[in-house]
């Protein structure tokens, strides 16, 4: 089993509706993240995690929200879709003891807003 | 701040034919530095990474990356690519100052083997 699991994995939706993208994980990091990978662009940080109590916005936050439902858990939450926001999404995890903070992906979440 | 520039978006390659992918990056503190591949409708995988130590760093599937301080550089090297190393390649540094967790990508580098 992956390590790293995201649902849904692919997901269209329409204009100004609520959706959110689920990842899990198994390694027992303390840390998760949330980027977008748009073409040309590379990955852009979201939001990302220490813990369950510690929540922290990214390069690009706006439109989006996060949750930290357990250790093993991190939510991410589009209030009001909008097509720009039509991307592929990719969750994170790394332990952050050392291994210069080598992140560990899950297998990304194509969402198109229509 | 740190930076990560990939100095070309897309390479084309001939099968069996040695490759290079170029990375440049930016940072006032001491660094990390790694290479992700990206495979068609799949997730990022660690290739390589550079921590400390020998500057030549040897990853998954005859991949090769040095680190070169004074120029800023970590670039890919293979000396003989395969038609199943078409992918994204993305380099990615981190460091270990004040806010290292956060790990900053260059766009990436769209490698096509041609046979």
């Known amino acids: 089993d992956a390590d790293v699991t995201q649902t849904p994995r692919n997901r269209i939706t329409k204009t100004g509706k609520r959706i959110m993208l689920e990842c899990s994980q198994t390694?027992?990091?303390?840390?998760m993240y949330w980027y977008r990978q748009d073409p040309g662009l590379g990955l852009r940080l979201i939001y990302y995690s220490f813990d369950v109590k510690d929540i922290n916005k990214g390069e690009i936050s706006d439109g989006y929200s996060v949750s930290r439902q357990a250790q093993a858990k991190f939510s991410l939450s589009l209030e009001s879709a909008i097509p720009n926001q039509t991307a592929l999404y990719f969750c994170?995890?790394?332990?952050?003891?050392?291994?210069?903070?080598?992140?560990?992906f899950g297998p990304g979440t194509r969402l198109t807003v229509l | 701040a740190q930076s990560v520039t990939q100095l070309d978006s897309q390479v084309p390659v001939f099968e069996e034919a040695p490759v290079e992918l170029r990375c440049n990056y930016s940072s006032s503190v001491s660094v990390y530095l790694f290479w992700y591949v990206q495979y068609p409708n799949q997730g990022l995988q660690l290739l390589l990474k550079?921590?400390?130590?020998?500057?030549l760093v040897k990853g998954i599937n005859g991949f090769e990356a040095e680190f070169n301080k004074s120029q800023t550089s970590f670039h890919l090297r293979k000396p003989s690519v395969h038609i199943s190393d078409t992918a994204e390649y993305f380099c990615?540094?981190?460091?270990?100052?004040?806010?290292?967790?956060?790990?900053?990508f260059g766009k990436g580098t769209k490698l096509s083997v041609i046979p």
């Open positions: 990615a540094v981190s460091h270990s100052g004040a806010g290292s967790y956060q790990l900053t």
């Open positions: 390694k027992g990091h303390d840390r």
């Open positions: 994170a995890t790394s332990d952050g003891t050392g291994g210069g903070n080598e992140q560990f």
């Open positions: 550079y921590l400390s130590g020998s500057t």
